[in-house]
């Protein structure tokens, strides 16, 4: 069965502590990694799209990674304002362009 | 740009009455649309996808005759919860998959808190 799990469920940093987010994934057919940050009581915004082994993006302080079995969310020196549920999704080869959601993690910042 | 706007953005209703959602792509064209549910401290769970002028599909576990769906234009979809009840209260968040990009992105909705009482 296709699955997607990430860790930690939370994690609450202090400003400036830089961290990682883990999304594991066992599917079969994969056909793209996504990030998105979904704030309280709002849709998910689109991060970043992965899609082979040895991939990296990089969008102010987030950086995501791929590989064969996992991909990195890399948060460098976050800010309070990056506070938010990371949620990473997958796309297989067999559901179209619908997304397979991992529950996410909540990620809050201190100053 | 890839702007998804809902309407509305909470709702409360009676148990038995129906509610409409609308999704709406704002700044392009969308021939599928995705609709999602997601419970408190859940992640989204995938309802069905829809897709301009033609039914919708559902996944397994989604009652169609319940939550219908409907993707009229290319910019417009629509869900509606018939018959409601409490169990359906959650937030909906729709997605839309932009025709003319060659990547998969789906951009997002703000979502939809429906309460049902």
């Known amino acids: 069965e296709d699955q997607v799990t990430q860790s930690p469920e939370a994690l609450r940093l202090q400003e400036g502590e830089s961290s990682s987010l883990n999304c594991s994934y066992t599917?079969?057919?994969?056909?793209?990694l996504f990030w998105y940050r979904q704030d309280p009581g709002k849709g998910p915004e689109f991060l970043f799209t992965l899609y082979s082994a040895g991939e990296e993006k990089e969008k102010e302080r987030l950086k995501a990674t791929l590989t064969k079995k996992e991909s990195f969310l890399h948060i460098t020196a976050p800010k309070p304002e990056d506070s938010a549920t990371y949620l990473c999704?997958?796309?297989?080869?067999?559901?179209?362009?619908?997304?397979?959601f991992g529950k996410g993690t909540s990620l809050l910042v201190t100053p | 740009g890839a702007v998804v706007s809902q309407h509305p953005s909470w709702v409360i209703c009676k148990s038995g009455t129906s509610v409409k959602i609308e999704c709406r792509s704002l700044?392009?064209?969308?021939?599928?649309m995705f609709w999602y549910r997601q419970f408190p401290k859940q992640s989204l769970m995938l309802m069905a996808t829809s897709n301009e002028g033609s039914k919708a599909t559902y996944e397994q576990g989604v009652e169609k005759d319940k939550f219908l769906i409907n993707h009229a234009s290319l910019t417009l979809s629509t869900l509606t919860v018939t018959s409601a009840h409490p169990e359906d209260s959650s937030f909906y968040i729709c997605?839309?998959?932009?025709?003319?990009?060659?990547?998969?992105?789906?951009?997002f909705g703000p979502g939809t808190r429906l309460t049902v009482t």
């Open positions: 999704a997958v796309r297989i080869s067999n559901s179209g362009y619908a997304l397979n």
């Open positions: 700044d392009f064209q969308a021939t599928t």
């Open positions: 997605s839309a998959l932009p025709g003319s990009s060659f990547s998969s992105e789906q951009y």
């Open positions: 599917v079969s057919g994969l056909r793209g």
